[in-house]
């Protein structure tokens, strides 16, 4: 498909825009359709007179389509005001209607969550693009000749007709995403809009538009033509700038697909190659087919998404979240969403995402926080660290939980229950016949320790009910209740099934972990998990193994969905500790890359992590071609693969910027401090990473840089997951060295860069082989 070149910026400047082009092969004319919206006349904007100096000429006026555009979304934007309006409305009167008060309650919930929502929108634009269908319905189907602008959230002014903008979620929307020459899904344009950097969604800020034919016969309608093309234009001169400020020349790239192909959108590389400043953005409006197709599989299929760094695994990730939410709001509603991420840092990094994309109700957190089993105060040894996150471990603390439960044969089984005058028995074959078929289940892990013990309970007393009705008749629910929590009941229970807690299943695994590791753990083994029975500090990994005993004991809250980024640094354990937490019929979206593995139980392969997730039957896909990384950083980087992940193909670059990355032989403290003076020259975030963060902040107060905004120092581990415009990395053999997988770790580091990486270091190269 060949890409329009964008139109010209159209807010008043100094230089003059540029006249859209048309598209260069002529097409045959089409008759008129009504677009899906309708659309005000475009009237003329006004450009901004200049003050100083009344002799120079007023800036052209916009194009034709650029006026419509910005036409339409003023009437967007009145229309989002009169929703909002009325949301506030339907709040004060809402519960004036309803016919109970439980009902005015829910209803009221409704309504100010409603409102809520719409109050907290965030700022910006209200449609990204615009798609035009063929008027053949041989072609475009039921949307033969309609026109549809798309934009994050539906905008209507009355429900019963279509709206202004459609949400990019709708089954309609998939034609912007997956149109080709191939397969243009009945498109005859598609239109990306361009709008101001930082722009708050008002309309002298759509700036740019740039069209594109899936179908190289394609035309506008002859109510396109008319309305926003002159009769006569003249295509700009083969060395004009590229018509949008903000988009740079299209260049010769490989495509999605690998091969060498037609350029990129300008708009979308603009877009890609914004300045980093503040949270993850949202990518509704550059989502790729590849992506596209991530994000819209079905709720009842699990995906794994093998992502190079910069390829979007973690966009396709909350994106998917936000359609599943749009596409099953009831299901999802009732049991719940979850994102887990590596750290808190990456938490705060990926928060805004949902929100801008209308879902402000998912949960977001990371392991260590869902397992709610209190604070680690402790580091274990590594080779007790790297056994408690085997998955061996879970045999051993089943064994221990059934160990302390287990009743001696020789205890008295029988049970008396005395009531008023009357004595019922039941023997100890009844009450052992009783409890058989419920251990099984919970041995067999269908039926959780606490549950089968309270299942317990009911058969002991069907026992005792059935001896007492056959004597005396039918019993009431008070007697039937006074039995089941009787001191005889109770106390049989506590002789064949007492209480349990995780705190003394841990402890027993550890004090003495021998006799539940029996075929499992060697000797050794057991004398690295060994440690005093009087010892209460808990490290990060008894926190797991915590949490492999509560959910023996009781099943946690299941979600509908769970989302789990940088999911190759999980251990079998933590994986389990996950899959407890999704339902029977629940999903997951698992995202990672096995190159940036850098714990020391990191997944070597994905069909093994996802088995310890409880979905082996994942569909697996690979993303390999990058949109954030430029180049000749990734090319960088990816000398590393042959060492960290050899069955890995290596990741490919839209971004060809030969100045991207600089190397200098030097990592001492002039040379850091001037690496970053260079940086803060450019616009955007910068980044110091390191192996250690001290240093590197006393240097840069020595030379007056502290960290701001703009600047900051991250440790190289703690930089996963995150991205720069810019990033100063400093002394790839001490980051190497700071870990058992240093060369995991240098790889994540060298991949945060979005625009410029400066590496400093000793030795011919920066990734020279040890």
């Known amino acids: 498909m060949t890409p329009k070149p964008p139109s010209a910026d159209a807010s008043p400047t100094p230089t003059p825009p540029a006249s859209p082009t048309p598209p260069a092969s002529p097409t045959p004319p089409a008759s008129p359709t009504p677009p899906a919206s309708p659309t005000p006349p475009a009237s003329p904007i006004s450009p901004t007179p200049a003050a100083a100096d009344p002799t120079r000429p007023a800036p052209p006026e916009p194009p034709a389509p650029l006026r419509a555009a910005r036409a339409h979304h003023a009437r967007c934007r009145a229309a989002v005001a009169a929703e909002r309006e009325a949301a506030h409305h339907h709040v004060l009167t809402g519960a004036t209607v309803s016919a109970s008060g439980a009902d005015a309650e829910v209803l009221g919930r409704a309504l100010r969550g409603h409102a809520r929502d719409l109050d907290q929108l965030p700022p910006g634009p209200l449609f990204f693009a615009r798609i035009d269908f063929a008027p053949e319905p041989t072609r475009a189907g039921d949307h033969a000749g309609q026109r549809y602008h798309l934009g994050r959230r539906r905008v209507f002014e009355d429900p019963t007709v279509p ?58 309608t002859p109510a396109e033509a008319s309305a926003e093309a002159p009769a006569s234009t003249e295509a700009p001169a083969p060395t004009e700038a590229p018509a949008s400020t903000e988009a740079p020349a299209p260049t010769e790239v490989p495509d999605a697909a690998g091969a060498v192909g037609s350029p990129p959108s300008p708009l979308l590389l603009a877009e890609i190659e914004r300045p980093r400043s503040g949270p993850l953005r949202d990518i509704a409006a550059t989502l790729q087919p590849e992506q596209d197709t991530l994000v819209r599989a079905p709720l009842d299929v699990s995906v794994c998404v093998q992502g190079a760094p910069g390829t979007g695994k973690t966009a396709v990730g909350l994106h998917r979240v936000a359609y599943l939410l749009y596409a099953h709001p009831r299901r999802l509603s009732r049991a719940g969403v979850l994102v887990l991420g590596p750290n808190p840092s990456f938490l705060r990094h990926i928060s805004e995402v949902l929100p801008a994309l209308g879902e402000s109700g998912v949960r977001q957190s990371t392991l260590t926080a869902l397992l709610d089993h209190g604070p680690a105060r402790t580091t274990d040894p590594e080779a007790a660290a790297r056994l408690k996150h085997d998955p061996r471990l879970a045999t051993l603390v089943h064994r221990a939980l059934h160990a302390l439960t287990a009743a001696p044969e020789d205890a008295d089984a029988s049970l008396t229950v005395p009531d008023g005058s009357a004595l ?24 959780p320790y606490r549950a089968g013990r309270e299942r317990f309970r009911a058969r002991l007393l069907a026992l005792v009910r059935a001896r007492a009705e056959r004597r005396s008749g039918p019993r009431t629910a008070a007697w039937e209740r006074r039995v089941a929590h009787g001191r005889p009941v109770r106390t049989l229970l506590d002789t064949l099934w007492p209480q349990a807690r995780p705190e003394d299943v841990l402890r027993a695994v550890l004090t003495d972990p021998a006799p539940y590791a029996r075929g499992l753990l060697d000797a050794d083994e057991c004398e690295a998990l060994r440690r005093p029975a009087t010892s209460r500090a808990r490290t990060a990994a008894d926190l797991v193994l915590l949490d492999e005993a509560a959910g023996l004991l009781a099943h946690p809250p299941a979600f509908g969905h769970i989302v789990v980024d940088e999911a190759q640094d999980l251990s079998p354990m933590e994986c389990r ?158 980051i190497r060295a700071s870990t058992p997988r240093g060369d995991q770790l240098l790889y994540v580091a060298l991949t945060r860069a979005v625009t410029s990486l400066h590496v400093l270091h000793e030795g011919p190269s920066p990734v020279a082989t040890r």
């Not at 074959?429 to 892990?445: I, K, Q």
């Not at 407890?580 to 392969?605: F, H």
């Not at 200098?664 to 040379?671: F, H, K």
């Open 163 to 220: 709206p202004l903008v459609v949400d990019w979620r709708a089954p309609v929307a998939r034609a912007f995403y997956r149109a080709s020459p191939t397969e243009p899904y009945g498109l005859a344009r598609r239109r990306r809009f361009g709008w101001a950097q930082g722009a708050d969604g008002t309309d002298d800020e759509l700036t740019a538009f740039e069209d594109e034919f899936p179908e190289p016969t394609a035309a506008a």
């Open 424 to 447: 019922w028995r039941v023997d100890a074959a009844s009450v052992r016949e009783a409890l058989a078929p419920v251990r099984t289940a919970v041995s067999d892990g269908t039926l």
């Open 577 to 734: 500790a996950i899959a407890r937490r999704l339902g029977a019929a629940g999903s997951l979206t698992v995202l990672g890359d096995l190159a940036q593995g850098t714990t020391p139980w990191a997944a070597r392969d994905w069909p093994t992590h996802l088995a310890h997730l409880g979905r082996p039957a994942t569909e697996y896909t690979e993303l390999a071609t990058g949109y954030r990384v430029p180049a000749p950083v990734l090319d960088l980087a990816s000398r590393l693969l042959a060492r960290i992940a050899p069955t890995l193909r290596p990741p490919r670059s839209l971004r060809a910027d030969p100045a991207a990355l600089t190397t200098t032989p030097a990592t001492d403290a002039a040379a850091l401090a001037a690496a970053v003076r260079t940086a803060l020259e450019r616009p955007g975030t910068v980044a110091v990473l390191c192996a250690n963060e001290a240093p590197v902040r006393t240097v840069l107060d020595a030379h007056d840089l502290p960290p701001t905004d703009r600047l900051t120092v991250v440790p190289a581990h703690l930089a996963k997951g995150l991205e720069f415009d810019h990033v100063v990395l400093l002394d790839p053999a001490a």
